[in-house]
């Protein structure tokens, strides 16, 4: 069980590491922590094994035209989870979580236009479905990437790690990039020969085209382990009504609190949502009642924990 797993100095420096770059190589994971390279990898392998540690290659929809959404379905609660799960199955939904004891689903979904009116249609038992309501996604003020829970680097060790940042510039796609991002998005650290071999590629091509990829802002490497395995056993959806004037200012301030993973305005009567990790329930309400609190310009809120988290990355 992943509960039961105890992560040292090693473990969160390499899981902050693959935060900041989830292709980093070992040895310089291994240089910047003072341990040796063999016990980079071998801690790697442990936390995969025991820990259910993912790093995906996750491709931004927006490049191509796609359009973000965060969707919220309620439904009878026997159906909660196998509805969940359907929508797990789908290469563009991310981020699926079960609340309000089971009767409620939240995912996030990069989807071409018109398509989130028929999202539903390939799911099993869809029509037991009580409610739908998709919230286009305007602007992000922080994203799971940036999550404060899987810091522990020294700054100057974070340093050495970080990438170049991506240019988010348009790029020609064509069937082996396609192929190579679907087993990226399976699991993100393929080794070079791996993904040469899968993909009847020369490994100098696969390398040229994921640094082309990676550098356009076409891919991105994210870490994927769950919250409670680094301390935080309550979650929770928060969504707020916030006047248009002050939307901004809200969004960036709940960004700065280290207990967000996501923070976006979006269209609708709610126009912020945010997801919070914290270390208990009583966490929880010390979050609200002293960091949310605050924020007057907040005229209404409603918070759901999640149950379960059936899909992240």
Known sequence: MTESVVLDDVDRGLLHALQLDGRV???????????????????????????????VGVVNGVLFGRTAWTLRLRCTPDVGMPLAKGLAKRSDVSWVHVMSG?????????????????LLEKLPRAGRVLDVSAHSVLHAFTLPPDWAGLRWLADDQAARLRPEEPRMARVEVDDADRALLELLAADGRVPYAELAARTRLSESTVRRRLDLLRHNGVVSYQVDIPAALLGYGTQARLWMTVPPHALTEVGRRLAEHDETSFVAATTGPA?????????????????????????????????????????QG
């Open 25 to 55: 190589a070992f040895a310089r994971v291994a240089d910047v922590l003072g341990v040796s390279e063999t016990t980079v990898a071998r801690r790697y392998k442990r936390l995969r094994s025991v820990a259910a540690l993912r790093v």
């Open 102 to 118: 089971g009767a409620e689903i939240s995912c996030h979904a990069q989807l071409p236009p018109g398509e989130e009116s028929v």
């Open 271 to 311: 126009n912020l949502v945010a997801v919070v990790a914290c270390h208990d329930s009583g966490g929880l309400y010390r979050y609200l009642t002293e960091k949310v609190g605050p924020l007057r310009e907040i005229t209404s809120l409603e918070t759901a924990v999640l149950m379960r988290t059936v899909k």
